[in-house]
RNA sequence: GUGGGAGUAGCUCAACUGGCAGAGCACCGGACUGUGGCUCCGGACGUUGUGGGUUCGAUUCCCAUCUCCCACCCCA
């Protein structure tokens, strides 16, 4: 049996209606702060991974889908070309090739698949799902302004509230600006020196690679060690630091919870100063719902203009996962099943279903082989609010046989009444996919 | 990429130390020729993840492999 590959799944009904609510939330609120879709292709030049996301990062390092494409000949070498393993460098890139700033501030949202051949495990696919956004402009738009962060910060957890997600955490932090890293890296490295010996194995071995990762650290010996070490917070040049204050005001003063973390490190090369994460309990190891951060300078960095920029990706397989239960996944109900009864019928059931289609009422069409007993069952069993039987003596009579499956009332009524009285009963009852949440 | 756990019917799970692969739910049919839900009766259900090995005999033991789950690495 050939089976979907190794962390990739299929999303079947009715959770599908889930995926759906929560993109039509995320468009809903998204167009709230007047942002509009962008969508990009699916696979990139392997270039544009390398140069924005960084060359020594893990994704590029060891986790791209990469492969040689065809030359036009035979014979001709073709260009290299990744799947994409996230979704703003193409961003970008369509912001500089259209030159987007000739349009001003741009909010730009997305959504769709990302690849990354990790191992996976909860939460975590070989394909998986991302609902992001970016603001980006020139600096005249006002794209560097910390009000633009909190806008953004903010957004995020009114997308949250709105899903019925509770108990989530916004972690802030500053990472600076490519000058404060440097400093505060070799600050960290002195720092480290004396007292990477007492800890673990994999501070050890972070301490060569990327000693910012020595934060993300979690045996409780090392703590101490760790507590004591310099912090980015102190390396925060004035601007960045005023900029930082500044998105920390506008928070409070929109009454946005957050929590300062300057353990917090944000895996990619292009980040600069605002860097954050949403995370949920009950996620398992993966707790980060989300993620995200300023790159002011990755624009320039990919041969564009200078465009300073913020943006996020939320995990849309986690977001389902951290829904509220009662946001479990009903099957959507028929409005009406048409149970076709005898030889011929189902000529004038196909008449009839039509016309209750064209009238928006969620039809389902029987068979004229199933016994009458068989279609009630079939149409209870999935749900139907009515049942419409179309037999010899409907349709001799131009009246047909409807029936309430919930209350077994039956009623008869000619054609022309059929679509009224379904609509009249049904609409304002129909099962909604997920709850409103208040 | 590393370490650990698990794979038996569509689903949830049994099967003692190696001895005829089972139950509940779901499914199909009938009792009931044009009236569902309840009840009763019957039916179909399997390459025990896959491939090898040991054995008279393997769901059970061994090896390999695949997938999922948990953790690491890292990230959404």
């Not at 030359?71 to 393993?85: F, H, I, V």
Request: charged fraction near 25%; include cysteine.
């Amino acid at each position: 049996m050939i089976k979907a590959v190794r962390g990739t799944r299929d999303l079947l009904p009715p959770e599908t209606a889930l995926w759906n609510f929560v993109e039509a939330k995320a468009r809903e609120v998204f167009r709230a702060y007047n942002f509009q879709e962008i969508r990009t292709p699916v696979f990139e030049e392997t270039q544009l991974f390398a140069r924005s996301v960084g060359e020594e990062t893990d994704i590029v390092s060891k986790e791209m889908y990469t492969w040689e494409d065809r030359g036009r000949a035979q014979s001709d070498k073709g260009q290299s070309l990744t799947l994409r393993p996230e979704n703003t460098a193409g961003v970008v890139r369509a912001y500089i090739e259209h030159k987007l700033w000739e349009r001003g501030l741009q909010k730009l949202y997305y959504i769709g698949p990302q690849f990354r051949r990790e191992r996976p495990q909860k939460g975590r696919y070989r394909q998986f799902y991302q609902i992001g956004a970016e603001v980006i402009g020139p600096p005249s738009a006002g794209s560097e302004s910390p009000a633009r962060d909190a806008e953004v910060l903010e957004m995020l957890a009114t997308f949250l509230d709105r899903l019925g997600i509770t108990g989530w955490t916004l972690e802030l932090n500053s990472v600076g600006c490519p000058n404060d890293r440097a400093l505060f890296n070799e600050a960290l490295r002195k720092a480290l020196e004396p007292v990477v010996a007492k800890m673990c194995v994999d501070c050890q071995r972070r301490a060569v690679t990327n000693p910012l990762r020595v934060f993300d650290c979690k045996i409780p010996e090392d703590q101490p060690i760790i507590d004591k070490l310099p912090r980015i917070s102190q390396f925060l040049n004035q601007p960045c630091r005023q900029h930082f204050d500044e998105v920390q005001a506008i928070l409070k003063a929109t009454g946005i919870p957050f929590t300062l973390n300057d353990r917090l490190v944000r895996g990619l090369d292009y980040y600069t100063r605002t860097a954050f994460e949403f995370t949920h309990g009950g996620l398992g190891a993966q707790n980060a719902i989300l993620g995200g951060g300023r790159y002011d300078g990755l624009s320039e960095s990919l041969g564009g203009p200078q465009a300073p920029g913020i943006g996020f990706a939320i995990g849309e397989d986690r977001l389902v996962m951290s829904l509220p239960q009662s946001a479990n996944a009903v099957a959507p109900q028929p409005d009406v099943y048409i149970a076709p009864l005898g030889a011929g019928m189902n000529r004038e059931a196909a008449r009839l279903a039509r016309e209750l289609r064209g009238e928006d009422i969620v039809t389902e069409l029987g068979d004229e082989s199933f016994r009458l007993k068989k279609s009630l069952e079939t149409a209870s069993k999935m749900g139907a609010r009515f049942a419409l039987i179309v037999g010899e003596n409907e349709v001799k009579a131009g009246s047909f046989a409807l029936k309430n499956l919930a209350s077994g009332e039956q009623t008869s009524a000619p054609r022309a009444e059929l679509a009224r009285m379904i609509r009249n009963s049904v609409i304002a009852s129909r099962v909604q996919i997920a709850p409103e949440n208040k």
